[in-house]
Every structure is written in structure tokens, then in C-alpha cells.
């Protein structure tokens, strides 16, 4: 790890005697299941030991088994249909480029079977009889491969631009590939015999297409889309007969449909709503009769829903504001819940503060919403915006230490969803595409008025903190909005437009045109929107945090914001993380880039205290 920080120009105030002291952060976080296929036991990652790992546990033992996976983080992991291998994704050096290896339950036989070279490998599944993954590997483009577990076999099903596999029929004679750029996707239906390709579901001109699965006879496809509404939704393509129009299977008008885990026998579908706001419900979904149960939902936050493969187990990672991530199992018959893990409730475990929700106005009228995090105690506090990534993500009442420990310091925290969020829609999505991101950083504006006006902060305690598109959001705001907030993090942040397209992998850079713009045709829009563009105009502390290893926003993104603060003199700080890539994996480095984030937001929101009335 790599630090260095400037001594800050501005007058510190006295500090409180007794400051108030950060929150315990939790022994470790359990999430990513994969059920054995008889439902007997759950491999799972944890981070109790540090950095990410596969643990084992039968799902009435009191202990779990960790996995000899290596030293290198773990970031998916999937049980084969025959129950004789696990299948891992691992980042190595914590960076955006991965391997797929595979080790027996026991871990024995460990070896890689994809991502070699520059490819980056990803894992759609398996075939439903046997150990055959299905796997996406990406470079200049994207190639859907059949590999056997046990021999490393390899057969290339289809190569193309923007193309993920999603699905194969069981006889492997057609695939289901998903193509093209961020909200703008499609699936295509493969005749792997022939080549021949063609497009499922008619083109409507607007939203996306991501999730996929064939029924289990091959001759039906279900998908999750929002290319039929504003919200997604569950349709099913029946493939004898194209020109019908999907038929919609599972659909909300308050809640956006999330996460589709459908079980291999093609009995029934487990669904996550994502309600306004970004609370989670469950639901299950009788794909035989179309009826539709409500399960009792563990958490705020439900994700990573997975059936074992006879279709009778449940397994999904729960969290809420003061519940850290743990693995839960859901009886189908029944809808009973019980934690993977024994002694886990669904209730406060680590103390801290649950937040409220907020609405306000864009200053064109859009309609916004965020989470507010309160100090005890009354008000106006030292406040942060944190921004979130993506920006095709969302701001959810889920696990988050940086917040609790923040509120625990006395800053209050407001975490918003600014246009291009995901979870309200796809307009909503779509709205800071391309000359749109200028709404998107007005709204971060907005967001600090409302909170002035509302009497949560007093002018001058203001800060904003984000990672990957949020670090980007931090930045841009404070060259577009100087003297509105006093300080800054930014972590993984694009600080250029135009080094962020010539440095990061060629299929992330390609995936982004129809998000930010074309680097040759939208180049003057870029170059304006990029905050080192006009960087002359930040002249408040900033903390710059980044992955050593990063290669989707390159750390070099950072670096460049280092040297021309300083070359100006600007109070700031450097933070890079060795071992790490994009997200930040191993325990420790979270913890720095936690202590880091939260010493140097009190300690400038605090100091401008001493200017202000």
C-alpha cells in the first residue's frame, strides 16, 4: 500500500475530547451460495479469513470448511450437476481480468480450465447432466465455449462483439447469447450445428435484455427484460413459433424485477423485486400454473438467488443497514427460512443506525430519492454525499460500513440515486446517456441544496465521497459546482474520457459507447465532461483512492488528478492499494480505504467550521 498525504491549507478547529469511536467492523460476511444438487450441503464465499474463499457446509452442521482456492480472491463459485466438481471464479490480483478453475468438493484436482492469456473468463453455468461449464471468455471480443471439468476439453460455440452466453439446451444444439452494449442488450438464439443466428424478441427500439434460460426441453426461453415496460419483467419466447408476441409471466407496476433464478427442472422460478427505494421482495413463481407465492424475505437487501438442482432448496444472500450479508436457505413448499449459518437472525447484529428514505426534485422536475443517515443527536450535522457506481446500480439499504462508521463520527451520510441509477425504470436508467450526465452531476447539486435547505448540514459542512462511476461523479461535481462542497473522495474514479477508452479492457471500453459516448465521434462532448478538463476550478482537499491493479478505470485515472492538484497546490491525498483491482477484495485494503475516507472527511468538514458564521 501506497500513501501519501498533503498537509491541508485549511484551519483545523479543536477537536472534541472524546471523539466518538468507528463501529466494529464484522468477523466476516458470507454470500454467493451454491447448493450441492442434492441439497445437502452449500459451498460458499466468505471473507472471514481475509479476502475472499470457498467454505463448505452441510446444512445442519454447527462448523464450515474453507477450500485450498488458492491465494487469489474468489468472486463466484457454482456446484456441477453430477455434485463432483465446484467451479471458481478467481480475480488475480484483485483486478477486473479472471480465471475460471475447478477443484473437487474435497479440493483435490485443482486446476485452471479458462481465462488463460489476456481472456477474461466468465461463468454462465453448466449443462444439466455431468460437469460441462458454460463459459464466456472476452478480449478484443466475446467467445461462448463448452468446457468439461474433468478433462478440459474445450468446444467454441460462437465468437462475436458484445457477446455473453447465457444458456445451452441440454443436447447442446442451441445457445442463447446475449449481445450487445450497456442498456442496450439483445439475446440471440444460436443453431450450433449451422452458425446461423437469430434475434429473440422483436425490436422495440428501447430498453434491455440481460438475463436468459431455456426451459428445460429447449423448445422455450424465459427472459428478463424491460423491453415491453418501464419496469423489467418476466416474459417466455416460445421458439416454434417467433412471430408470437412474448408472453409476460411475472410483472409489477411498483416494483422492478431484479434477479430470475429458475429452477432445472423448469418447475418454478424464484424472483427478487426490487421495490421503490431498493427494498428487496421475494416471491415464487409456479411456472406451470402461472400462480405467484410471497415469501418472507430475509433481509432489505435479497441477492444471488440459487435452487439446488432437484429444485427443492433455496439458497440467497441476505443483508440489511445493520445486517451484514449471510446465506440464507428457503424451503419451496413451504416458503420456511432458516440462516445457512447457525445463530444468524434477520435482525440488528453490529448496532448502527438504519436510514430513512428521502424524495426530492432535479432541477428539471425528475423526481430523486436517497437514503439519509442520521447522527444522534440533533442537527445540522457535517454531512457527505456518497454516490454510488455504475452508473447502472443503486443505492439500497444494504450492509455499509464507510456509513455506520461515518455516523459514528457525528458526519451524517445521504446516499442518492441520481439519474441513471438502476431499480426505477429504464427511462430512468437511460437518462444521463451521452449530453444526459450533465443532469446527472446537476442532480448531485440538487441533492446539497436539499439537504442546506432541509437543515441537515449548515453551508460549508458539506463533503461527497464515491467509488468507480461515483469517483468520477465526485470529481465532476467539484469542477462544475466549486464552493459547494468542502472536501472529496473519490475512489476508482474516470477523471478523462479520453485515457479511461485508451487504457481500460477493449470489451468494457466498447460496452460504455452507448453509455458515455463514442471517443471519436461524441470526442468534444467527452473531453467537456471530463472533470480533469477543467480541473483548475477544484481547489477544496481531495482524497484519491485506487487500485493498483485496476484495469477496468485505470489507476492512472487518479494519478493524473494527483499530479495536476499538485501542481497547483491543492490539498490532497493519494491512496493506492497493492493487490487490488477495481473492487477492493482483501479485508485489510477495505479497511484502510474505510479509515482513510473517514479521517479525511471529518477532519475537512470539521475544519471549515472554523470559516463559516
Not at 456441477?80 to 480475480?91: E, I, T
Not at 440459487?306 to 440489511?320: E, K, N, R, S, Y
Not at 449471510?326 to 447457525?342: A, I, Q, Y
Not at 435482525?347 to 447522527?375: C, E, K
Request: glycine share 12%; charged share 20%; proline share 8%.
Amino acid at each position: 500500500m501506497i500513501v501519501r498525504t498533503e498537509v491541508p491549507r485549511t484551519v483545523l478547529r479543536t477537536r472534541p475530547a472524546s471523539p466518538r469511536p468507528a463501529l466494529p467492523v464484522p468477523v466476516g460476511e458470507d454470500y454467493r451460495p451454491a447448493p450441492s444438487p442434492d441439497g445437502r450441503r452449500v459451498a460458499y464465499l466468505s471473507d472471514q479469513g481475509g479476502s475472499p474463499r470457498v467454505w463448505v457446509r452441510d446444512i445442519d452442521a454447527a462448523e464450515a470448511v474453507a477450500l485450498p482456492t488458492g491465494d487469489e480472491p474468489v468472486l463466484a463459485l457454482s456446484w456441477s450437476p453430477d455434485g463432483r466438481w465446484l467451479a471458481c471464479v478467481v480475480a488475480p490480483g484483485g483486478a477486473p481480468r479472471t480465471e475460471l478453475w475447478v477443484l473437487r468438493p474435497d479440493g483435490s484436482r485443482r486446476r485452471q480450465v479458462a481465462g488463460f492469456g489476456r481472456r477474461s473468463a466468465a461463468l454462465a453455468g453448466w449443462l444439466p447432466d455431468g460437469a460441462v461449464l458454460m463459459v464466456t471468455e472476452t478480449d478484443e471480443q466475446g467467445r461462448a465455449v463448452l468446457v468439461d471439468a474433468g478433462t478440459g476439453h474445450r468446444r467454441v460455440l460462437a465468437e462475436g462483439d458484445l457477446l455473453t452466453l447465457l444458456d445451452v439446451t441440454p443436447d447442446a444444439g442451441a445457445a442463447l447469447l446475449r449481445r450487445g452494449p450497456r442498456n442496450a442488450r439483445w439475446l440471440e438464439l444460436l443453431d450450433v450445428a449451422t452458425g446461423e443466428r437469430r434475434r429473440l424478441l422483436p425490436d422495440t427500439g428501447r430498453g434491455s435484455t440481460d438475463q436468459g434460460w431455456f426451459g428445460p426441453d429447449g423448445t422455450t426461453v424465459l427472459a428478463r427484460t424491460d423491453a415491453f415496460s418501464e419496469l423489467a419483467a418476466l416474459v417466455r419466447v416460445d421458439l416454434s413459433r417467433p412471430e408470437r408476441t412474448p408472453t409476460r409471466l411475472a410483472g409489477r407496476p411498483d416494483a422492478e424485477l431484479e434477479q430470475v433464478a429458475p429452477s432445472a427442472d423448469g418447475r418454478r422460478a424464484a424472483l427478487l423485486w426490487n421495490t421503490y427505494g431498493g427494498r428487496s421482495e421475494l416471491s415464487l413463481l409456479d411456472l406451470t400454473d402461472g400462480v405467484q407465492r410471497v415469501v418472507t424475505a430475509p433481509g432489505e437487501v435479497c441477492d444471488d438467488a440459487v435452487f439446488a438442482a432437484g429444485g427443492d432448496l433455496l439458497c440467497l444472500t441476505a443483508q440489511g443497514p445493520v445486517q451484514p450479508r449471510e446465506v440464507w436457505l428457503v424451503d419451496p413448499p413451504t416458503g420456511g427460512l432458516r440462516p445457512l449459518r447457525p445463530g444468524t437472525t434477520a435482525t440488528a447484529t453490529t448496532g448502527g443506525v438504519a436510514p430513512q428514505l428521502v424524495d426530492l426534485r432535479a432541477p428539471d422536475g425528475l423526481p430523486l430519492s436517497g437514503w439519509l443517515y442520521r447522527p444522534a443527536g440533533p442537527g445540522p450535522w457535517p454531512t457527505a454525499i456518497s454516490l454510488h457506481g455504475g452508473p447502472e446500480a443503486q443505492e439500497r439499504p444494504g450492509y455499509n460500513p464507510l456509513f455506520q462508521a461515518l455516523v459514528a463520527q457525528g458526519v451524517a451520510v445521504f446516499a442518492p440515486n441520481v439519474r441513471g441509477s438502476s431499480g426505477f425504470g429504464r427511462s430512468f436508467v437511460a437518462a444521463d446517456n451521452l449530453a444526459g450526465r450533465y443532469g446527472a452531476i446537476a442532480d448531485v447539486a440538487a441533492c446539497a441544496e436539499y439537504l442546506v435547505d432541509a437543515g441537515v448540514v449548515r453551508p460549508g459542512q458539506l463533503g461527497c465521497l464515491g467509488r468507480s462511476y461515483g469517483g468520477y461523479l465526485v470529481l465532476a461535481v467539484l469542477v462544475n459546482f466549486p464552493g459547494l462542497f468542502a472536501a472529496g473522495v473519490a475512489e476508482c474514479g474516470i477523471s478523462d474520457f479520453h485515457t479511461f477508452y485508451a487504457g481500460t479492457e477493449p470489451w468494457i471500453a466498447a460496452a460504455a459507447v452507448s453509455k458515455y459516448g463514442d471517443p471519436q465521434r461524441d470526442a468534444e462532448l467527452l473531453r467537456d465532461l471530463s472533470p480533469l478538463t477543467h480541473i483548475d476550478r477544484l481547489d477544496v482537499p481531495v482524497l484519491l483512492i485506487h487500485g493498483a491493479n485496476d484495469t477496468n478505470v485505470p489507476a492512472g485515472e487518479s494519478a493524473q488528478v494527483a499530479r495536476a492538484l499538485a501542481a497547483r497546490d491543492v490539498p490532497h491525498g493519494h491512496l493506492v492499494l497493492t493487490g487490488e483491482g477495481h473492487d477492493f477484495l482483501a479485508r485489510a485494503n477495505q479497511e484502510a480505504a474505510r479509515t482513510a475516507t473517514t479521517a479525511w472527511l471529518t477532519r475537512h468538514l470539521a475544519a471549515t467550521v472554523a470559516t463559516v458564521g
